[in-house]
């Protein structure tokens, strides 16, 4: 995979702070400040919870202000989800509870201690609005909250020696770190009020320290989802130089993150590995299934998409960023108007990025403790379209994010505009196609299958990877009104540019035919139009003998429209109207208008039931034609219908035929008709 | 190969083409002849026919109500006449031999549809259509590859001067094209000249189409492209004239010419070998679109990798380096080689299903369609590499094509219908047009009734016709 770097100019920043960042009291010696990876809350607390605890965060959308009795220094505070029960650490040994109700406490604490009398709390975590998880030195202790008995009920204790750890609140996954040195990476996963334990997973470290130690910590390791699946990331450092018997050193020295992927069924495995080419102080954002690594140093950011294609060695996956050396734009804090106004400086501020005061909490949230900021960072895509130079990995990345298409067609529609100069060429654009109707044919498959309306379960499993609902649908509808069709009025138009017009829809149908979409007739009304234009009216031809434009009335009208520059057409639309079931009327209609009124009639008579044949649609036919006899043979075809469906030769009222009735008599007499007929046709 | 020594019916007695415009003083008029054939004619001799000749046309003029004489039927002989281009003037004549050999095979009529009756010419059928199809198609590969005859007149003030040039060109392009004329067995299919289009599916057309713009978008120097799978057309950017014409060429010469190559050679005109610097390049020039007040001279390169076979045509006035070739082989190489499998493979599976449908034997059609000039036969074979070949019983092979011939006459004459005949062969033959679409198929059947014919007929055209409209 190429490596592809941006320049930062103005407009090329593909990652920013959200606009409207939370604030809050700075940390000081009497304020603590606590970030809930959960309900995404900081809780300011002031003295100990006295004067004030103060809770904000981007979900809500006013601050929870109150105050509980200080009782001792907070370690954690944590609302429940729905901030019914807050649990409030401030010893190793317990937890206390209070109950809320319009976000005011009732101010009377429960507790509960933890099991064992050498048992150190090392935190915990709320799982759903009553299931409560207590983390020990000693093991995972799950309870149930009863806020209206203000007590807590055991559900089940794990027995496991733990360091620390991580909890993933989109999927439910809590990853405890054990063994002496960290490396041994306990999951469980949190599923309808019950805590399961899965199989457990060792992170290699090349040189493990001796005597043993702790070497890998709770900031290096992220349990998220990234494309519907569980993952762990781990992030490796490189080992130090010094280190003694340095034999399995990586020559580069440079920072890796190993993906470990759950399974349902099989243990975790290691899939991917991604190549950061830097070290030293890394953070991880995941942000849109993208890994987002943030290097201080260089205040830069790598972003890797694992579902982009790397080197694999059968088993895992190496990766080097998708883009590397992306910064954040530039962010302005407003400064309240009386301090601008003391120091006579501008009202805005600007705010160092990727400052030793940030830190980076799941899965896309950046606090500055000294600022008092919470932002969650955002990804732009519209840099990516001066990118051109490697379309197609560019439109796997984009197919992958939600929010693109917008992108994605203004990147599309650059590849049409660039053809001249920079040379989108023809297979490229083949393959960019391919990739959007892979993503259009799944989207079609699943509204196929929900129109089928399939039991939930059976629709799950059908759903594997591969159709996954695809974030971008471009469809033929959107390809005509934003891509061919700016393209046809646009420009002035000179042969090369009809030749591209050609070139780039005969690969868009081959895409869609390759992907067995059934190509709209307007897509094919922009070839035969170019091809007209172009005066290739036998390549065009060419392309309806081999069906490579689908059937149907509308294109067969422009074929017969075609008729007067290219006589064959006439061939082509009325061999359409053929393969078309319902079409025979309008054959037969044709044949009239082209005075082949006997063969009219006999294609009607195999195609269409006898008595819906209109007699006086025929006659009049007959009788323009000028030929005797055509008329007499329509003229007793018709008879011998009438006598074979009603039993009588004569026509009905209803049918109209009186004129011609008349007009037989004049020619043929009432008499003998043979006779008459050859009277006639010898006049004649 | 059914034409046996003793059965060669024609043979050429004499072909020239001479100038009518220029005058030349009376005993110098030989200056005239353009190409004579035979060449050791006496002067004469040369003389009297072009004289004769002259002479006829001159004379048919006076009756002409469209155009002047095509043919003139004598007892022995047959001639043919065409005036390709204003002042010049072709003719040939054909000897018919081994008269009473030929006598056995005449036919009897059944008609079913009302018709001026067949004229059953004396003894012996020669088709006028077919003859003269050779006479004007040795034209159109002349100026095919030559260019106009006015195009080759040189400004002077001698006549003499004037004709020199395209008298060279003229004599250096028959010498060739009359030894490969079919005389002895020509029939229907060279009056049609059609050309055989590769069945297959709409997925496989559309990837030869898009490399087909891949390659022209990568060398915009080529202005048009043709792709064959083997001795059919896939794709073609040329128009229709000019594609008959080249197919032509490249089935009865070039790639006959061609199967002595080594395998190895992708270039069948180009460098004869890429890889080496100083190979020497074999480039024929075409003249296409002959419609244009100034047809477009052209390059032709022809290239062949697992059966698959681009003719790219780039104008006359680019220069062509080793360069180009080698890039041109790097980019076509791959992809036709990956496309090949697919054609192949389509190539292979319509094989079997076509031969599934048409079965046996007792049924065989030729089928012509005149606006897009498809055409399909299972009355001949075709092996790539070479002239295709009768491919019914021996005996009935001269009788039944014939049959189909003259139908296709009367067709000419009556438009469109369809008309059903019994041959003395036991063979019928059911002719029809429908659009300028012409089906002829052949039923040899024991005992057969005209019923069971029709109904047989219908079978096959609902397998094989069954997505065009051929009205009853």
């Known amino acids: 995979m190429s490596r592809t770097t941006i320049e930062t100019t103005e407009a090329s920043f593909l990652l920013q702070l959200s606009q409207t960042a939370i604030h809050f009291e700075p940390v000081t010696k009497i304020t603590n400040v606590f970030y809930d990876e959960v309900t995404r809350q900081v809780f300011t607390v002031r003295s100990g919870g006295a004067t004030g605890v103060n809770v904000k965060g981007p979900r809500m959308k006013n601050p929870i202000n109150f105050r509980v009795e200080d009782k001792g220094a907070v370690l954690s505070i944590k609302f429940s989800p729905d901030q019914q029960i807050l649990a409030i650490q401030r010893t190793s040994k317990s937890v206390e509870f209070q109950n809320f109700s319009n976000q005011v406490p009732d101010g009377v604490e429960y507790s509960q201690p933890c099991r064992g009398s050498s048992t150190v709390i090392v935190g915990f975590v709320w799982v759903s609005n009553t299931d409560f998880i207590l983390i020990t030195n000693q093991g995972i202790e799950h309870y149930q909250v009863v806020p209206e008995k203000r007590c807590l009920r055991a559900v089940k204790n794990h027995s496991i020696q733990s360091n620390w750890f991580v909890y993933c609140p989109l999927s439910g996954l809590l990853l405890v770190s054990s063994g002496p040195l960290g490396t041994s990476l306990q999951p469980y996963l949190f599923k309808n009020h019950q805590l399961l334990r899965l199989t457990k997973f060792e992170v290699d470290i090349p040189n493990p320290p001796q005597p043993a130690r702790l070497c890998l910590v709770e900031r290096d390791v992220t349990p998220t989802m990234l494309y519907n699946q569980m993952v762990v990331l781990v992030l490796k450092h490189p080992i130090k130089p010094n280190s003694t018997v340095g034999r399995e050193t990586p020559a580069s020295g440079n920072s890796e993150i190993v993906v470990y992927t759950l399974c349902k069924d099989a243990p975790p495995r290691k899939t991917h590995v991604l190549q950061l080419e830097t070290s030293g102080k890394l953070a991880v954002s995941i942000l849109d299934n993208l890994i987002i690594v943030h290097h201080q140093a260089s205040k830069t950011s790598s972003i890797f998409d694992i579902n982009l294609t790397g080197e694999s060695d059968g088993r895992v996956m190496t990766l080097h960023p998708f883009l590397a050396s992306v910064t954040i734009r530039p962010y302005f804090l407003n400064i309240p108007a009386s301090a601008a106004m003391l120091n006579h400086e501008p009202s805005q501020m600007s705010c160092e990025l990727y400052s030793p005061n940030w830190v980076f909490f799941q899965s896309n949230i950046i606090i500055d403790a000294l600022l008092g900021c919470l932002w969650s960072l955002e990804l732009v895509l519209t840099p990516l379209i001066d990118m051109v130079d490697n379309p197609c990995e560019l439109f796997d990345f984009l197919l992958q994010r939600t929010e693109s298409k917008s992108t994605v067609m203004a990147l599309l529609s650059r590849l049409m505009c660039y053809s001249h100069s920079v040379g989108a060429d023809v297979p490229v654009l083949g393959r960019v196609f391919d990739k959007l109707n892979e993503a259009y044919r799944n989207h079609l498959d699943i509204e196929i299958q929900s129109q089928i309306a399939m039991p939930a379960g059976a629709f799950q499993l059908s759903t594997g990877s591969s159709s996954r609902r695809p974030n971008v649908v471009i469809d033929q509808t959107d390809v005509y009104s934003r891509i061919l069709s700016p393209m046809t009025e646009s420009k002035p138009m000179d042969e090369t540019h009809d030749r591209f017009i050609v070139a780039v829809v005969n690969e868009y149908i081959r895409s869609l035919v390759q992907y067995h979409i059934p190509v709209q007739h307007f897509i094919y009304e922009v070839l035969i139009e170019a091809f007209a234009r172009l005066g290739q009216f036998y390549q065009l031809h060419q392309l309806f003998q081999y069906h490579a434009v689908a059937d149907s009335k509308p294109l067969a009208c422009l074929l017969l429209s075609l008729e007067s520059v290219y006589p064959a057409a006439y061939q082509l639309a009325v061999d359409m109207l053929k393969r078309i079931s319902n079409a025979n009327e309008e054959i037969v209609e044709i044949l009239l208008s082209k005075n082949k009124v006997l063969s009219a009639l006999r294609f009607a008579r195999d195609t269409i039931p006898v008595e819906s044949i209109s007699a006086r649609k025929f006659l009049e036919a007959a009788q323009n034609s000028q030929d005797p006899s055509v008329f007499y043979g329509v003229y007793q075809y018709f008879q011998q219908r009438n006598r074979r469906v009603r039993g009588s030769l004569a026509f009905l009222k209803g049918e109209h035929c009186e004129v011609y009735i008349r007009h037989f008599k004049l020619l043929f007499g009432d008499g003998d008709c043979s006779t008459s007929l050859t009277d006639s046709l010898s006049m004649g | ?472």
Not at chain 2, 242 to 254: A, E, G, H, P, S
Request: proline share 4%; glycine share 4%.
């Open chain 2, 1 to 472: 190969m059914t034409n046996s020594e003793d059965e060669k019916s024609y043979s050429l007695v004499n072909f020239f083409v001479f100038d009518t415009s220029r005058n030349f003083p009376e005993d110098e008029e030989y200056k005239s002849i353009v190409y004579y054939y035979p060449k050791d004619t006496s002067k004469d001799s040369q003389m009297k026919e072009i004289g004769r000749t002259a002479a006829i046309l001159k004379f048919s003029q006076t009756f002409g109500t469209s155009g002047s004489c095509h043919s003139l039927h004598t007892r022995k002989t047959r001639q043919y006449f065409n005036e390709p281009e204003p002042g010049f003037c072709m003719a040939m004549v054909i000897n018919l031999n081994k008269i009473k050999k030929i006598k056995s095979n005449k036919v009897t009529l059944y008609q079913t549809v009302k018709l001026p009756t067949v004229p059953i010419d004396n003894d012996i059928e020669t088709h006028d259509k077919v003859f003269n199809s050779l006479l004007v198609h040795s034209y159109h590969m002349f100026r095919l590859f030559m260019g106009t005859m006015t195009s080759a007149l040189k400004v002077s003030d001698q006549p003499e001067e004037e004709l020199e040039q395209l008298k060279l060109r003229a004599a250096y392009f028959y010498s060739k094209h009359l030894q490969m004329m079919p005389l002895e067995d020509a029939d229907l299919a060279d009056a049609f000249l059609g050309i055989q289009f590769l069945p297959m599916d709409k997925l496989s057309f559309l990837k030869v189409r898009s490399l087909v713009s891949h390659v022209e978008q990568t060398f915009p120097c080529i202005t048009s492209t043709t792709v064959l799978y083997q001795d059919q057309i896939v794709w073609t950017g040329l128009c229709q004239d000019d594609v008959q014409l080249i197919y032509n060429y490249l089935t009865t010469k070039l790639f006959p010419a061609s199967i002595t190559l080594n395998t190895e050679t992708r270039f069948l005109t180009g460098p004869a070998d890429v890889h080496g610097l100083s190979s020497e390049m074999r480039i024929p020039h075409v003249f296409l679109n002959q419609s244009q007040t100034v047809p477009d001279e052209c390059q032709l390169i022809v290239y062949r990798v697992a059966g698959v076979t681009m003719c790219l045509f780039i104008s006359a006035s680019i220069e062509l380096d080793h360069e180009f070739f080698v890039s041109l082989d790097l980019t076509l190489g791959p992809r036709i080689v990956a496309l090949s499998a697919d054609v192949a493979e389509q190539a292979l599976v319509r094989k079997t299903a076509s031969s599934l449908n048409t079965g046996t034997d007792s049924i065989r059609f030729l089928y012509f369609n005149q606006w897009n000039m498809a055409f399909k036969s299972t009355l001949h074979q075709s092996i790539p590499g070479h002239r295709r070949v009768l491919q019914c019983q021996p005996s009935a092979n001269n009788d039944v094509i014939k049959t189909c011939a003259d139908l296709c006459e009367d067709f000419s004459s009556f438009g469109d219908g369809e008309i059903v005949v019994k041959t003395k062969s036991d063979a019928w033959v059911l002719g029809k047009l429908s659009n300028k679409r012409h089906l002829y198929v052949v039923v040899t059947r024991k005992n057969a009734e005209l019923v069971d014919i029709c109904d047989e007929v219908r079978r096959l055209r609902n397998i094989l016709f069954k997505d065009i409209l051929l009205l009853e």
